[in-house]
């Protein structure tokens, strides 16, 4: 069993760049696929992009390609989430997910943290 949690977010202007963590409880995290998804007010939860455990294969949301960067340090635990040139409606509750799988996470499935809000202002 993997344990998530997220910080780093905040309120931030359109524009603006913020970076998340998600730091991973275990001693197997460098086995983990992770990822990052979000979910606005009224909305379901959408992916953003995953990881898989040794950093070389990522995916992205084409709403975030270009602008958002994941990165992992398995020797720290944690999962990163750069976020730039943000727009207002990137605003939403952004969960980290982990999974031995990439495929588990990239389909939203497996162990979940309790999120961290991002809002962006116009």
């Known amino acids: 069993q993997v344990q998530l949690v997220e910080s780093g977010g905040g309120l931030v202007q359109a524009g603006d760049s913020l970076r998340l963590s998600c730091a991973a409880s275990?001693?197997?995290?460098?086995?983990?696929?992770m990822g990052w998804f979000r979910q606005a007010p009224g909305k379901e939860r959408d992916f953003v992009t995953a990881?898989?455990?040794?950093?070389?294969?990522?995916y992205y949301a084409d709403s975030v390609k270009g602008r958002f960067t994941i990165s992992r340090d398995n020797a720290k635990n944690t999962v990163y989430l750069q976020m730039n040139s943000l727009k207002p409606e990137d605003t939403a509750v952004y969960y980290c997910?982990?999974?031995?799988?990439?495929?588990?996470?990239?389909?939203?499935?497996?162990?979940w943290g309790r999120g961290t809000q991002v809002t962006v202002s116009s």
């Open positions: 997910a982990a999974s031995a799988q990439l495929e588990v996470v990239v389909a939203g499935r497996g162990h």
């Open positions: 275990g001693r197997t995290f460098s086995s983990y696929a």
């Open positions: 990881i898989n455990w040794s950093g070389g294969t990522t």
